[in-house]
């Protein structure tokens, strides 16, 4: 046993023995591991190795591989110490199960135990080795501690030299110890699971020195599903681990059943490596050819950084209007104030239509049109006729028509002071003229609205909004134009165009209009028009820079945005009903399973106690009293089981009927959510995909006018290139050009002006 006195080395003394570092750097690397420990911190060398760019996370594998064998054979020497002290085992024996280990080590490059070679050998028993085992426990908490105080030793003896094969199985642990800690840290499964398809994982390299990664083992022992592996793979980037069918696709295209709509899915993970031209190419490999969103819309998705969105839409509308012989009245027979009174017709359209056939986006013949296509359904102040068919105003007011084809009526209101906290909440969708200030003690909702000044307001508009003064603070969602002298750290949002006097500060415009203020500076802020940009400046020295993109379809995409995330709230109700119901009846299999095995149990009792009475019954007379009371007692503890047993089954199924009876009333919630979801997010699709065909019809212009001074670092866009100014400019035009392939071929020119 001439390796007994053999130390454990450390890291950085394995890295030197095997070249990873130089004698100077392993100086450094001691000294800096001694300054550490006097900060009282805890060092580890291969965390400092990595640190300090010496070595790799994979060599850093194989060092600890290495150094883990010392501590195999140290516990080795130690456990066969002990079987010769206590006459278990010889020195020779002892001496051959060294030598044994060793070269199952230099073999296999795994860890064989002392007393597991001495077991399979025949030299000691399986509770001989468990005493011993017991003795040792002392030992391996010293050796713990001979880990964590890592100090300078002597250069070790080589061990072995590394197999391309076993240092790609060294590799993949190396790679499976990161895998090991996510599984745990998400939750996934238990540290013994993991430890235990580990164990599986060596055994399967010892028996056929095949290669199995750990998500695999782990997954085809039922410890994770094939999605959770993935994840992790991904994350870690792993995917060439991850078998092709199994793998998440950069982009999956979803089409709806009837086939007029499709939706896109990417890959979150690479989504920065998304292009245009890969999602159209995508899209006519799927053979759609038709009603396919315009590039400047599916660009803007993109540039977002959407992970869903519909990328083609056959919408029939128009032709459901004609084949309805549809008839707006609702601007005619007016009253002097321009109002339609209550119960006047608005819409008349015929209340059955000719369901002919249509072209999906397969340029394919369908039947009729899709439930998402409809001519003008009713908003606040109108309602169906009794037909059902045509719309009458339920209240007096103003008509109007939004952009999303939803008619509604607008009373006017006139406010002759402020409408804050005091005056209290206005009245929803009505027309307000407000001649004081609007605060932003509640939300607005209204048709126009006309006020002296906005601040603080919550506004969603169906019409314009229009300020004497000013706006501050305010979030403005409109359909009309929108007009202020000055914008102070705003956001709007309007299918309309936006008209500032003198300044725009720190705010955010979106808008399908124009942003039309010749002699308005903007400072600080981000201006996304789709129908051009006039200013009379951008920027300063002191403030942040501006971005300025004419032609995009930032405006309608954040709304479409909004929308679907409205969905997935809506759909998340019921997906939170659905995961309850599934937890009711889980939580009513394992009582199940539990009441079975109680079953079981009070079967094998009752038998057994069967059993010991037909045995006592039958040689009572030959058994002397203490045998008698042995057998009888005996008799009671199984008696004793069984009542103990059925009370259990009794309160395991009461829990059961509880479980149940809540899987029950879940499942009617269920019902009625399902049938109310399903009709909001009908709705709610309908809102979005109207907006996008309005959007699909309008005009762009990439145009921007600045007739001042525009500052160093201001940014220019339009709908797939920017320039960045690298100097001061003033007056000057700017104008996306290119053909070709518009994400690489287009380019942002610069036009001095007089």
């Known amino acids: 046993m001439a390796e007994n006195s053999e130390r454990i080395p450390t890291l950085a003394e394995l890295a030197l ?76 024996d002892i001496q051959r199960a060294l030598d044994i280990q060793k070269e199952e080590f ?40 001979i880990l964590a105080e890592e100090t300078d030793r002597p250069d070790p003896e080589g061990v072995i030299s590394l197999s391309d094969a076993e240092k790609n199985f060294l590799r993949v642990k190396g790679l499976d110890r990161e895998f090991s800690a996510a599984v745990i840290e998400k939750g996934f499964a238990s540290e013994n699971d993991v430890m235990r398809a580990r164990e599986t994982q060596e055994e399967i390299f010892e028996e056929n020195r095949a290669i199995k990664i750990l998500g695999d083992i782990m997954v085809s022992m039922k410890m994770l599903t094939p999605d959770q592996k993935n994840l992790i793979l991904e994350e870690q980037g792993r995917i060439e681990d991850i078998p092709e069918k199994e793998r998440i696709p950069d982009l999956t295209i979803t089409p709806a059943p009837d086939g007029m709509t499709a939706w896109i899915e990417l890959n979150p993970k690479r989504m920065a490596a998304i292009s245009l031209e890969q999602i159209k190419s995508e899209l006519a490999a799927e053979g759609m050819t038709r009603g396919i969103y315009p590039d400047e819309m599916l660009n803007c998705w993109l540039v977002e950084k959407h992970p869903r ?34 119960g006047d017709l608005l819409v008349r359209q015929d209340s059955t239509w000719n369901t002919g056939k249509r072209i999906n986006i397969y340029n394919q013949e369908t039947a009729a049109v899709s439930d998402l296509d409809f001519t003008i359904s009713c908003g606040s102040g109108t309602r169906p006729s009794k037909d059902k068919a045509s719309i009458v105003a339920s209240k007096t007011g103003r008509p109007a028509l939004s952009a999303e084809r939803t008619l509604y009526i607008h009373p006017v209101i006139n406010v002759l002071e402020d409408a804050d906290l005091r005056y209290g909440p206005l009245e929803p969708y009505a027309n307000l003229s407000i001649t004081g200030t609007i605060t932003g003690a509640y939300p607005v909702t209204a048709g126009d609205v006309w006020a002296g000044e906005i601040r603080g307001g919550v506004i969603e508009a169906v019409g314009e909004v229009r300020t004497k003064v000013g706006m501050t603070d305010a979030v403005i969602k409109a359909q009309g134009d929108v007009y202020a002298r000055y914008l102070h750290n705003c956001r709007i949002e309007t299918y309309g165009s936006v008209y500032v006097e003198n300044e725009i500060f720190d705010s955010d415009i979106r808008c399908s209009g124009m942003v039309d203020s010749p002699d308005c500076r903007v400072i600080s802020s981000r201006i996304y028009a789709k129908k051009g940009v006039r200013l009379s400046g951008a920027g300063s020295a002191k403030t942040a820079k501006c971005s ?36 009711e009846k889980n939580a009513s299999k394992k009582i199940f399973r539990k009441m079975v ?79 109310k979801t399903a009709a909001e997010i009908m709705t709610l699709e309908r809102r979005l995909f109207a907006a996008l065909e309005r959007a699909r019809s309008d005009s762009f212009s990439t145009e921007i006018k600045i007739s001042g001074e525009a500052w160093q670092g201001t940014v220019l866009g339009g709908i797939y290139s920017l320039k960045t100014l690298e100097e001061n400019l003033e007056s000057f035009q700017a104008e996306e050009i290119g053909s070709g392939d518009p994400s690489s071929a287009a380019r942002i020119k610069i036009t001095r002006t007089s």
Do not use: C
């Open 17 to 92: 023995k095997y070249g990873t570092i130089s004698r100077d750097q392993y100086i450094h690397l001691t000294k800096l591991f001694a300054l550490v420990k006097r900060e009282k911190q805890t060092p580890d060398y291969g965390e400092m190795l990595i640190e300090q760019k010496m070595a790799t996370s994979y060599q850093i594998g194989l060092l600890r591989l290495i150094r883990d064998y010392h501590i195999i054979r140290r516990h080795g020497e130690a456990f066969g110490k002990i079987a010769v002290k206590r006459g278990f085992a010889t020195q020779i």
């Open 106 to 145: 230099k073999k296999s490059r795994l860890k064989k135990l002392m007393g597991d070679i001495l077991v399979e050998s025949g030299v000691i028993t399986a509770t001989q080795q468990k005493q011993i085992l017991k003795e040792q426990t002392l030992l391996d908490n010293k050796s713990r501690e």
């Open 309 to 342: 969105f519909p990328v083609a839409r056959l919408d029939y509308s128009k032709d459901l209007q004609d084949a309805r012989n549809l008839e707006s009245v609702f601007n005619l027979n007016l009253t002097e104030k321009g109002e339609k009174r209550k």
């Open 548 to 583: 300025i993109f004419a032609g995009s379809n930032h405006h309608i995409v954040s709304l479409g945005a909004a929308v679907l995330k409205e969905i997935h709230s809506i759909s998340r109700v019921l997906e939170d009903l659905k995961e309850e119901q599934a937890g």
């Open 597 to 675: 095995e109680l079953k079981i149990f009070h079967d094998r009792a009752r038998q057994k106690k069967e059993s010991l009475v037909m045995e006592f019954k039958k040689n009572r007379s030959r058994l002397n009293k203490k045998q008698s009371r042995n057998i009888l007692s005996l008799i009671s503890s199984f008696e004793k089981r069984m009542e103990t047993s059925i009370g259990a089954l009794k309160e395991l199924n009461q829990n059961k009927k509880v479980h149940d009876k809540k899987t029950a009333g879940l499942e009617k919630k269920i019902k009625v959510q399902s049938r």
